[in-house]
Nanobody, 124 residues
Framework: QVQLVESGGGLVQAGGSLRLSCTAS????????MGWFRQAPGKEREFVAA????????SYTDSVKGRFTISRDNAQNAVYLQMNSLKPEDTAVYYC?????????????????WGQGTQVTVSS
């Protein structure tokens, strides 16, 4: 069992930056692959970025490549999403997710632990 808590969301102007954090409970964080997803109003939850349990592999959805960076600190039980050059279409609730496993996982059904979400709003 792992509990996830996101933070770092907020209101930012287009072109600005935010850094999301997700902290996890438990002592086995390094055994979990992690992901970030987002859900805009009226839309399905979608994949944003993922990282393997030791941080050696990452994956991004095409729309954020070159702008977002996922990273993790297993000593701090934390995963981060650095978001630069934000656009209004990045506006959504961002969720952190976890699952045990060796690989990078990009589908919502791959994950069995979810945080409560943090709102990111990008104004034009």
């Amino acid at each position: 069992q792992v509990q996830l808590v996101e933070s770092g969301g907020g209101l930012v102007q287009a072109g600005g930056s935010l850094r999301l954090s997700c902290t996890a409970s438990g002592r086995t964080f390094s055994s979990y692959a992690m992901g970030w997803f987002r859900q805009a109003p009226g839309k399905e939850r979608e994949f944003v970025a993922a990282i393997s349990r030791r941080g050696g592999s990452t994956s991004y959805t095409d729309s954020v490549k070159g702008r977002f960076t996922i990273s993790r600190d297993n000593a701090q039980n934390a995963v981060y999403l650095q978001m630069n050059s934000l656009k209004p279409e990045d506006t959504a609730v961002y969720y952190c997710a976890a699952r045990s496993g060796t690989y990078v996982y990009t589908e919502t059904y791959d994950y069995n632990y979810w945080g409560q979400g943090t709102q990111v709003t990008v104004s034009s």
